[in-house]
């Protein structure tokens, strides 16, 4: 099956400063989603990435994906307390079936010391 | 739109009880998915259903049941609890099977924490 790797496990950063949070698959990724959590609540979709070399970007978020290398990273751009919480990085696996599945990474939590 | 709504919140069971875990959506999604989520374990797939009479194993389905009568309705059957079930639920749709030319990111509901003593 696949896995996903994602580092750091935490990141603690200062209020205003860059971060960036890697999602490194042991499989071909046919795609990779990002999602965010807040304790106790569900996941939000960030965004989705398909393609090898697409970048996307919302509010100060940035994510690419790097086919090759069977890696995506996440890039937030002068962190907000808002930004704080558990990223997970999803891959779209593949199954025997017709059907296709998505696997997790365990999560980067992030805290933003204002 | 409600989206995807989970019931209950929070559940506490005895070892050996059963219960079934409610989620339901209303945004005419095809594809169904059960998660559990531990910590340093991430989102691990139990069951998922691509579809109305049709169901399949995740990664972890021993303990549980699932069934999908409707569209809308995927209920998870705890059959005798044992404390290794504790976790939190989560309960996902989309409205294609991922991977295809239609992806569609899966909407998750707020999850269940269940807790078995």
């Known amino acids: 099956s696949q896995e996903l790797e994602q580092s750091p496990q935490s990141l603690i950063v200062q209020e205003g400063k860059n971060l960036t949070i890697n999602c490194t698959s042991s499989?071909?990724?046919?795609?990779l989603y990002w999602y965010k959590q807040k304790y106790g609540e569900g996941l939000i979709f960030l965004m989705m990435?398909?393609?090898?070399?697409e970048e996307k970007s919302h509010e100060k978020i940035t994510a690419k994906l790097d086919e090759k290398k069977q890696q995506s990273s996440l890039h937030i751009t002068a962190s907000q307390p808002s930004h704080a919480g558990i990223y997970l990085c999803?891959?779209?696996?593949?199954?025997?079936?017709?059907?296709?599945?998505?696997?997790f990474g365990s999560g980067t939590q992030l805290t933003v010391l204002p | 739109n409600a989206g995807v709504t989970q019931t209950p919140k929070f559940q506490v069971l005895k070892t050996g009880q059963s219960m079934t875990l409610q989620c339901a959506q209303d945004?005419?999604?095809?594809?169904m998915s059960w998660y559990r989520q531990d910590p340093g374990m991430g989102l691990r797939l139990i069951h998922y259903?691509?579809?109305?009479?049709?169901?399949d194993q995740g990664e972890v389905p021993n303990g549980y049941n699932v069934s999908r009568s409707t569209t809308e309705d995927f209920p998870l059957r705890l059959l005798s609890a044992a404390p290794s079930q504790t976790s939190v639920y989560f309960c996902?749709?989309?409205?294609?099977?991922?991977?295809?030319?239609?992806?569609?990111?899966?909407?998750f509901g707020n999850g269940t924490r269940l807790t078995v003593t």
């Open positions: 999803g891959a779209v696996q593949i199954s025997s079936g017709s059907a296709r599945q998505l696997t």
């Open positions: 259903s691509v579809g109305a009479g049709i169901t």
């Open positions: 990435l398909q393609k090898g070399g």
């Open positions: 499989k071909t990724l046919y795609g």
């Open positions: 996902a749709s989309s409205y294609s099977i991922l991977g295809s030319s239609y992806n569609s990111p899966l909407h």
């Open positions: 945004m005419n999604h095809e594809y």
